[in-house]
C-alpha cells in the first residue's frame, strides 16, 4: 500500500486528537507528502486565510516511501500557508522524524486552531496526546529535544521542534528535526509558533507494512540503490564533498551572488568551500570537516558534521558550540557568506550553528543580513539603528545579527522580518532581492538565466528546489545546455518543477534525481502503492500537484505580476564573468512558459488544462 | 613562445596537482598553443573524471578540448562530476 491510510487531526483549540482514514481517492491523485498535504490543505483551508492565524492549517506529512527501505526514504513535509511570502509554503525536510511518523502507523498529521498556552505533542505509536509545553517554551530547538528525550526516558524518541525564532514568528523560522535537519524555508516555524505548539515527538515501533508486492519492492530499491552508487555524483562527489563543493563552481562560472547581488562573483570564494572544509586550521591543525552523515535510508550521506574552531571569536568564551554539529551546506555557506561579503569560515559556521539551534533559515536570514548590510553602505541605516557597524564583509555584525534576531532582541526584530519588509520601511523594496517576498538561494539567474525563471514561477516564492534548472545548465545533468541563454528554458524549467513535485511527494530526496529520473522512481512507488503508477501517471500528478499549488496561490491574490525578479537583475548587467554584460531574459521566457504550462497570458491555467488535470 | 595561465583543480582532482601544493591554483607557463586536452593528459587527470571543464568560466564539451588552445592569462579549471544544492 506504501500507505498507513491513517491521518491524525490535532485541534489544537480544543485540544484533541483524532483519527481519521487517508483519504484514498486524493492518495491516488496526489501520491503523498507535498501532493497529498497540499490537496488537504487546499481543500480546508481559505486561501486567503492570514498565515499566523490560527484557521490557517499545519500538515506534517510523509510519502509511500517514507520509512520504507528506498535510498532517502526519510522525508517529511510541512505545508501550510507561508507568512513570508502568503503563498503556499511547503518545506521539506530528511533525518529520522519522518520515518518515525511512518513506522508510529500515521501518514500525516493535520494542526488547525491555536493552543491557549504551549504544548508540545506526543505519539507513541496509535495514542497521541498534547503534553503542556510551559517548561519548553523559551528553550532551543536542542534543548527541546534533550528535556523532552529526559521527560520520555527514551533516547530513540523523534522530535521536530521550534526554537526561540519560531515561538517569536520571525517570518523565516524553520522547525527542526533531529538536531540540524530543517523544514527550513517560507516561515512554517512561525506558523507553528502563532499555533503554540512547541514539538512534536514520536516513537513508532510499527515498521511499514502493506508494500504491494514485496518482491518486487525489494528489486527495484536495490537496482536503484545500485544506480545511487555507481554514479560518480551520488556515490563519490556528494558523500565526500557535499553541496558545499559547488562553492567554486558557481563562483567560476560567474553566478555567486555576492554582497546582496551587486556582484556576481566572491573573491573569497575558495575559503568557505568544500575544498576549504578539508584544509587544516592553522589555530589547531584540524579539519572543519569531522565526517559525513546521512538522513534515514539514505545511501548517498551528503550530510556534513563539523567543528568549530574554539579559538575564534565568535565561541572562545561559550564551550556549548565546540562540540561536533551539523553543517555548512553549500546554501548556508553562501548565504551567511558571500551574500554579505563575509569570507570567515568559523563565522558562517557559528551562525549556521545558531539557526540550527534556535529554527531559522539561514538562507533567508542570510539575505536578509546582506541587504541589511547594503542599506548600512548606503547610509540608511546607521549604527545607532543596528546598534554596530554593519558593512559588507563584517563577520561581527553577521555573528552578532544572528544572535539578536534568533532571540528578538533590538535591530533582530526588524531583520526578523525578512528583506522585502526591512527594504520596503527604508525605502529602497528594490533592494530585496527576493521573489513572492522569500529571499533567493545561492544562484545569480544572470549567470544561470533558466534559473531566473525556475525563481519567478516558484510557487513558494524564490527558491532552487523547486526547478533546479542548474543540475542542467551548470552541471550537465542529465544533459548540459547554455546556462546564458534563453532558449528552451522554459520547457526546462517546466520539466524539472513536475518531476520535482514527484520525487517530494514520494517521500524521498531530491538529490536522487543526480542520478535518478523518474524512471528509477517509478518501478519503486508502482511496487509500494496500489494503483497504477505509470511513467505517464507520474508525470501527469507532478504537473497536477504544481498546478494546484499555482491555483492556490491565484486564489490567495498572487497574478503575473508577481512572477517577477528585482529589477537588479532584469536591469543591471552582471559586472564580471561568463555572464559579464547580461540581464537575465524574464521577459522573453515567462509568456513562453505560461503557453508550455497550458496558462492564460494572465498566468491562471486555462479550463483545459485544469479539466485535463482534474483540477 | 610561452603563456602565463592558472590551471585549477577541484574537488577529488586537487589529488592531482603536484604534492605538497596548497590551495587549488596552480599558476603556469605553458607553451603557446597547448589545448585544454593537453593540459588534461600532462597533469594525468583520468579524462573521464574531467567532467566539468571550464576556461574563463566558459565550458568546454568533451569533443573541442583537443581544439580548445589556451591563451595568455587563461583560467582553465576542472571537476570530476559533482552536484549540490
Same mark, same amino acid.
Given at each position: ?58 500538515? *506534517? ?112 523560522? #524553520? ?28 516513537? $513508532? ?41 559547488? *562553492? ?12 546582496? !547581488? ?15 572544509? !578539508? ?32 579559538? !575564534? ?105 525578512? /528583506?522585502?519588509?526591512? #527594504? ?9 532581492? /527576493? ?11 544572470? $549567470?544561470?538565466?533558466? *534559473? ?76 509500494? #502503492? ?20 499555482? *491555483?492556490?496561490?491565484?486564489?490567495? $491574490? ?58 | ?85
Amino acid at each position: 500500500m506504501g500507505w498507513n491510510r491513517k491521518v491524525l487531526r490535532v485541534d489544537l483549540t480544543a485540544g484533541t486528537c483524532t483519527e481519521e482514514p487517508l483519504n484514498m481517492q486524493w492518495a491516488d491523485e496526489y501520491l503523498g507528502s507535498r501532493g497529498l498535504a497540499t490537496k488537504y490543505l487546499v481543500a480546508e483551508t481559505d486561501p486567503k486565510v492570514d498565515p499566523l492565524s490560527p484557521d490557517n492549517k499545519m500538515i *506534517m506529512a510523509t510519502g509511500p516511501l517514507t520509512g520504507t527501505m528506498a535510498s532517502t526514504g526519510g522525508r517529511y513535509t510541512v505545508v501550510t500557508k507561508g507568512p513570508l511570502t502568503g503563498a503556499i509554503a511547503c518545506s521539506n525536510s530528511g533525518g529520522f522524524f519522518g520515518a518515525e511518523m511512518k513506522f508510529a502507523g500515521w501518514d500525516m498529521v493535520i494542526f488547525e486552531g491555536k493552543s491557549d498556552k504551549p504544548v508540545w505533542l506526543y505519539i507513541e505509536n496509535d495514542k497521541a496526546e498534547l503534553r503542556d509545553a510551559a517548561g519548553l517554551w523559551g528553550k532551543s530547538c536542542w534543548e527541546t529535544e534533550e528535556k523532552i528525550k529526559e521527560e520520555l526516558q527514551d533516547p530513540l524518541v523523534r522530535i521536530s521542534s521550534i526554537g526561540v525564532s519560531g515561538e517569536n514568528e520571525v517570518l523565516y523560522a #524553520c522547525i527542526v528535526n533531529d538536531l540540524h535537519r530543517a523544514a527550513g524555508r517560507s516561515g512554517v516555524g512561525a506558523v507553528m509558533g502563532s499555533k503554540n505548539l512547541k514539538a512534536v515527538a514520536i516513537r $513508532g515501533t510499527k515498521g511499514v507494512s502493506g508494500i504491494k508486492d514485496f518482491g518486487a519492492f525489494l528489486k527495484a530499491t536495490s537496482d536503484a540503490k545500485k544506480v545511487l552508487a555507481d554514479n560518480a555524483v551520488t556515490g563519490q562527489g556528494l558523500p565526500k564533498y557535499g553541496t558545499q563543493v559547488l *562553492m567554486n563552481v558557481i563562483n567560476e562560472i560567474g553566478a555567486l551572488p555576492t554582497r546582496n !547581488h551587486r556582484d556576481v562573483q566572491f573573491e573569497d570564494a575558495s575559503k568557505i568551500s568544500a575544498e576549504a572544509m !578539508h584544509e587544516k586550521r592553522e589555530s589547531d591543525g584540524k579539519t572543519h570537516l569531522v565526517t559525513n552523515a546521512a538522513c534515514f535510508g539514505c545511501t548517498i550521506a551528503c550530510g556534513r558534521i563539523s567543528e568549530i574552531d574554539k579559538t !575564534h571569536f565568535t565561541v572562545k568564551n561559550s564551550p556549548q558550540y565546540w562540540g561536533a554539529s551539523g553543517g555548512l551546506e553549500y546554501e548556508a555557506a553562501w548565504a551567511l557568506g558571500a551574500a554579505n561579503g563575509v569570507g570567515d569560515l568559523e563565522a558562517l559556521q557559528y551562525a549556521n550553528l545558531i539557526c540550527n539551534e534556535q529554527g531559522m533559515d539561514p538562507i533567508s536570514f542570510g539575505a536578509t543580513v546582506g541587504a541589511a548590510m547594503e542599506l548600512y553602505e548606503l547610509g540608511i541605516l546607521t549604527d545607532d539603528i543596528i546598534g554596530m557597524p554593519a558593512p559588507f564583509g563584517s563577520a561581527e555584525a553577521l555573528a552578532k545579527m544572528v544572535e539578536m534576531t534568533a532571540l528578538g532582541e533590538g535591530f533582530g526584530k526588524e531583520l526578523a522580518l525578512g /528583506s522585502k519588509r526591512l #527594504c520596503e520601511k527604508y525605502g529602497r523594496p528594490e533592494l530585496s532581492m /527576493s521573489v513572492k517576498g522569500q529571499e533567493f538561494p545561492a544562484y545569480d539567474s544572470r $549567470g544561470i538565466q533558466g *534559473m531566473g525563471l525556475a525563481y519567478a514561477t516558484s510557487n513558494r516564492g524564490a527558491c532552487h528546489l523547486r526547478g533546479y534548472t542548474v543540475a542542467s545548465e551548470v552541471l550537465g545533468i542529465p544533459v548540459k545546455t547554455d546556462p546564458l541563454t534563453t532558449d528552451g528554458k522554459p520547457e526546462l524549467v517546466k520539466a524539472f518543477q513536475d518531476a520535482t513535485a514527484v520525487f517530494d511527494s514520494a517521500g524521498i530526496c531530491v538529490f536522487t534525481s543526480f542520478a535518478w529520473t523518474l524512471a528509477d522512481v517509478q518501478p519503486q512507488v508502482a511496487a509500494a #502503492c496500489e494503483g497504477d503508477w505509470s511513467m505517464e501517471k507520474l508525470n501527469e500528478v507532478g504537473e497536477r500537484i504544481w498546478n494546484m499549488e499555482r *491555483m492556490f496561490n491565484n486564489a490567495a $491574490g498572487f497574478t503575473a505580476k508577481d512572477d517577477n525578479l528585482p529589477p537588479r537583475l532584469t536591469e543591471e548587467p552582471a559586472k564580471t564573468g561568463p555572464a559579464k554584460g547580461l540581464v537575465n531574459g524574464l521577459a522573453k521566457m515567462l509568456p513562453e512558459y505560461y503557453q508550455v504550462r497550458g496558462w492564460t497570458p494572465g498566468g491562471e491555467p486555462t479550463a483545459e488544462t485544469r479539466a485535463r488535470l482534474g483540477l | 613562445m610561452t603563456i602565463r595561465i592558472a590551471f585549477k583543480l577541484f574537488a577529488s582532482l586537487s589529488d592531482y596537482l603536484p604534492s605538497g601544493h596548497r590551495g587549488n591554483r596552480l599558476e603556469l607557463e605553458v607553451d603557446e598553443g597547448i589545448t585544454v586536452a593537453e593540459m588534461i593528459r600532462r597533469y594525468n587527470v583520468p579524462e573521464r573524471s574531467a567532467h566539468l571543464v571550464l576556461v574563463n568560466g566558459h565550458f568546454v564539451p568533451p569533443s573541442e578540448r583537443s581544439r580548445k588552445r589556451l591563451a595568455e592569462g587563461d583560467e582553465l579549471a576542472i571537476w570530476p562530476p559533482i552536484a549540490g544544492g
